[in-house]
């Protein structure tokens, strides 16, 4: 069985900074991409950021400049450094895995919140 566990979302405010971890544990091998989505009340769920296994990073035009993605292969976690952050960046943040061990897999965290006010 494979869990995803995320942690470091809170309150913080504007133009401060948060990371957000999150690891899967289990049995889990061959990772191809890791990535951070966040979803709004009222908004569909978007991708923020997403890294390959080769290391390879995608961002959403919003946060470029601001939030880097990162991780650790051996550990199997994905990291999100949130810098200069804005009243628009509060969501629920959902950590996903892709792979494939035999068959392909596709794995969600259960989310964790992020609020940006002052």
């Known amino acids: 069985q494979v869990q995803l566990v995320e942690s470091g979302g809170g309150l913080v405010q504007p133009g401060g900074s948060l990371r957000l971890s999150c690891a899967a544990s289990g049995s889990i091998f061959n990772i191809f991409t890791m990535a951070w989505y966040r979803q709004a009340p009222g908004e569909q769920r978007e991708l923020v950021a997403a890294?390959?296994?080769?290391?390879?990073?995608n961002y959403a035009d919003s946060v470029k400049g601001r939030f880097t993605i990162s991780r650790d292969n051996a550990k199997n976690t994905v990291s999100l450094q949130m810098n200069s952050l804005k009243p628009e960046d509060t969501a629920v943040y959902y950590c996903?895995?892709?792979?494939?061990?035999?068959?392909?897999?596709?794995?969600w965290g259960q989310g964790t919140q992020v609020t940006v006010s002052s």
């Open positions: 996903r895995i892709r792979g494939s061990y035999y068959n392909w897999y596709d794995y």
């Open positions: 890294i390959t296994d080769g290391g390879n990073t």
